[in-house]
Structure formats: C-alpha cells, structure tokens
C-alpha cells in the first residue's frame, strides 16, 4: 500500500512549455484533489474529482486541466507554463468528500518552477 | 465566498511556552472544522477536527482546538510547546453546501529550546 504518490518531485519548466503531474492512489479512493501551496497563501484547491469521469473546478483552476478516467490516476496538466505557477503541488484523495471524513491523505508534494 | 483567517502568520515561541494560533471563517451554514499540520519537509496530516458535539476536541500531541459558533472561530491551543512541535499549521473548513474544504493561509510556528 503505497498511499498517495506524486511524479516528478521537482521540476523546472521554461514559460510555454506544457507538462503533466502524476498522482495516483492505491487506496480505492473515489475522491481526489489538487492543490498548490504558495507561502503566505495556504494550500489552494484547484481541481477535484469524485469519481472515475468527475472532475471539478476548485479555487484556482484557469491554467490547469484534469481527467479521471480510472480511480487509481489523476493527473494535472498544465498547458502553457507561466512564472505565477510556479508553486508546490500536492495531491490528495480520501473515501468521501475530504470535508467529510478525517481520512484525507495527502502525496508527498512536486515542487515546480517555472523560469 | 467562503473564506478563512488565521491572523498569526508566524509565531516564535520558547519551550513550555503556551500557545494559542487564531482561525476565523465567513460562512453561516454548518461546518465541519480542521487543523492540519505540516511538518518541514513533509507532507500535510491532520491535527484534529471538529464535526459536532463538545465544542472542545482534543487531537494528537496535546493539542486542542474550541469551536466557538458565535464567532465564527476554531482557534487551536497547546498548552506547553516543545521544539518538535515547530511546523506550519493550516486551519480548514468545510461547508456542505458548497462540498469544498477551504484552508487557510497558514501559520508558520518557531518553537526554540
């Protein structure tokens, strides 16, 4: 049981260049989550999903794209890298809607830079 | 929108010192309540929670946190650090009608020996 694991940890991007971050669970959980985490401004949801197909929009979606089309994988794709995303993701997934349960558990964050 | 304060951005404190961080949320319905923590170079774990019931919870490493509805607030309390305890703390909340668990920006704890 791996828990919640992220690809890559750290990554450096030039401004345009698209890329995708991996997260994938092995826990069987329906709901997962993206967030950044930027200093002075706590962990900000970007996208969700309840379910293989559901995804949402969080917070901060403009510049992110998801799909769920397993229960294990969510990946986040950025489309166009800017500076502002540069960031620290993380992931995270949990049985119910992670308002709802004390279970929500968190990857181990990828530290991006866009240069 | 929802939203939540945590006024103290960043605490430095002794050891055995009390401690007492500040979360304050704007929203009227019902809630279910959070403290995270994060620990350097870890990832985020839950501290304690509030869902209903007695208003003071109690979660792991001594800390406890008061969910006091009239103000809005759910301000997380310990009542002797310790230098282990130095990590960024982040208060959550959740309000059902909208299904999203809002954080707040954190507050960064120094604890010295």
């Known amino acids: 049981n791996a828990g919640v694991t992220q690809t890559p940890k750290f990554q450096v991007l030039k401004t345009g260049q698209s890329m995708t971050l991996q997260c994938a669970q092995d826990m069987n959980h329906e709901y997962m989550s993206w967030y950044r985490q930027d200093p002075g401004m706590g962990l900000r949801l970007i996208h969700y999903s309840v379910g293989a197909g559901i995804t949402d929009q969080g917070e901060v979606p403009n510049g992110y794209n998801v799909s769920r089309s397993t229960t294990e994988d969510f990946p986040l794709r950025l489309l166009s890298a800017a500076p502002s995303q540069t960031s620290v993701y993380f992931c995270a997934s949990s049985y119910v809607s992670p308002g709802e349960t004390d279970t929500q558990y968190f990857g181990p964050g990828t530290r991006l830079t866009v240069l | 929108a929802q939203s939540v304060s945590q006024h103290n951005h960043h605490v430095i404190l002794s050891e055995a010192a009390s401690l007492e961080l500040g979360c304050n949320y704007s929203?009227?319905?019902?809630?279910?309540l959070f403290w995270y923590v994060q620990y350097p170079g870890q990832h985020l774990q839950l501290l304690l929670k509030y869902f209903s019931g007695d208003p003071l919870v109690k979660g792991i490493k001594g800390f406890e946190a008061e969910f006091i509805k009239s103000k809005f607030s759910f301000n997380l309390r310990k009542p002797s650090v310790q230098w282990s305890d130095t990590a960024e703390y982040f208060c959550?909340?959740?309000?059902?009608?909208?299904?999203?668990?809002?954080f707040g920006t954190g507050t960064r704890l120094q604890v010295f020996p």
């Open positions: 959550a909340v959740y309000a059902y009608n909208t299904d999203k668990l809002i």
């Open positions: 929203y009227g319905g019902t809630v279910n």
